[in-house]
């Protein structure tokens, strides 16, 4: 957990520097922008946060001189995204509420996805052993070389899936070899369709957006359970 001079926690500083333009960083977060780039207008900003468009705009500059949000002025409004400090404030946040609200929270999260090819990049990077031995030590099992994706098409399917961008997870580091660097990440123990031992993996850095999960396993998932592009797959994801 991120905590700057003197010990004070990063929450308590946002309390100080945010007050109600924490809801603003809320609002984007519910937007997509905690893992990517969302386009959006200060006047359709106001009407989701029911304030007007001078406040909004305020909000968003404030947001962005506190190194909270990354803002770039487009034509027809501004691209937003969250940065990783805003992203711990909102991580500490939920936390704080977790502790509070512990047993009214549900132990895992229902995701509902299309299976589809992916760009084949999967068994690539599930077998660098750099990533490789990080799934066996935290997860337990040795993963099969390649992912299953799945593209999320139903909305509460996208929100449980930007939601995940605020757990904690199991984290895997980033490391280099072989000339490159390869990213951090975390991951999420999970079963699919009730039956198959996985876990949701999500990159920092990826080529694919919101709308998208990698899931992992100790056996090929298409096989283990007849899967073809275009079947719904149910995935448990445990928190």
């Given amino acids: 957990m991120l905590t700057e001079g003197g010990g004070s926690s990063l929450i308590s500083k946002a309390r100080e520097a945010l007050g109600k333009m924490f809801f603003t960083l809320l609002a984007l977060a519910e937007l997509g922008a905690t893992s990517s780039e969302v386009e959006i207008t200060t ?19 404030e947001l962005e001189k506190a190194d909270l949000i990354s803002r770039t002025v487009t034509k027809r409004g501004c691209r937003i995204r969250i940065t990783g400090r805003g ?12 502790r509070v609200l512990e047993e009214a929270l549900p132990p895992y999260l229902i995701i509902r996805g299309v299976v589809f ?8 990077y599930v077998t660098r052993e750099g990533y490789r031995k990080q799934f066996v030590e935290k997860l337990g099992f040795e993963p099969y070389p390649g992912t299953l994706n799945l593209r999320l098409v139903d909305d ?9 961008d605020l ?6 580091e980033g490391f280099t070899g072989e000339g490159r660097t390869f990213g ?14 996985a876990a949701v993996v999500i990159a920092y850095r990826t080529h694919y957006g919101p709308s998208v999960i990698e899931l992992i396993s100790p056996v ?12 719904m797959v149910k995935v448990k994801v445990f928190l």
């Fill in 43 to 61: 006047l359709g900003l106001a009407k989701k946060l029911g304030c007007s468009q001078q406040t909004a705009s305020r909000h968003l500059i």
């Fill in 87 to 98: 992203i711990e404030v909102l991580r500490e946040v939920y936390m704080s509420l977790r």
């Fill in 117 to 124: 090819t992916g760009l084949g990049e999967g068994a690539y």
């Fill in 156 to 164: 509460e399917s996208l929100r449980v899936r930007r939601e995940l």
């Fill in 167 to 172: 757990y904690p997870g199991i984290e895997i």
């Fill in 184 to 197: 951090a990440g975390k991951c999420f123990r999970a079963i699919v369709n009730d039956e198959i031992e």
């Fill in 220 to 231: 090929c998932l298409r096989d283990k359970l007849g899967l073809k592009d275009g079947d």
